[in-house]
């Protein structure tokens, strides 16, 4: 998150991080189906394209914010909010298609 301007915090190796992702390891035989990851690459193809250009606009924003920062101090709350939102879809998509723990197809949004 330090490399995408989400926090000032220089990230420490040696204690507690400002970030922490939960993911819930699944009870395979109740909750996945076994024949879905076959086509969950491909379900998740318009997921990939929106991200991608929607990302590009996150890398825009945050040159943006950058400079935002430099000049009066602050991140931008909306852009921070956006940018926020782009890593929650993508790694929402990352954990249905990629790592397989969930069968429930990610929303297209950014809450």
């Known amino acids: 998150m330090y490399f995408l ?3 000032d915090v220089y ?4 204690e507690e991080q400002s970030v922490h992702l939960e993911i819930n390891y699944p009870d395979v035989k109740k909750d996945l189906n076994r024949w879905l990851p076959l086509v969950k690459w491909f379900l998740a193809i318009p997921h990939l394209y929106v991200l991608f250009f929607i990302g590009i ?8 914010a950058w400079f935002a920062i430099l000049f009066t101090g602050r991140y931008p709350r909306g852009i ?5 939102g782009v890593y929650r879809w993508g790694l929402r998509v990352t954990a249905y298609a990629f790592i397989l ?3 429930k197809y990610p929303p297209f949004s950014l809450d």
Do not use: G
């Open 5 to 7: 301007l989400m926090s």
């Open 11 to 14: 990230p420490s190796t040696d």
């Open 57 to 64: 606009a996150a890398f825009v924003c945050i040159i943006v």
């Open 80 to 84: 921070f909010d956006f940018v926020q």
């Open 101 to 103: 723990v969930t069968d």
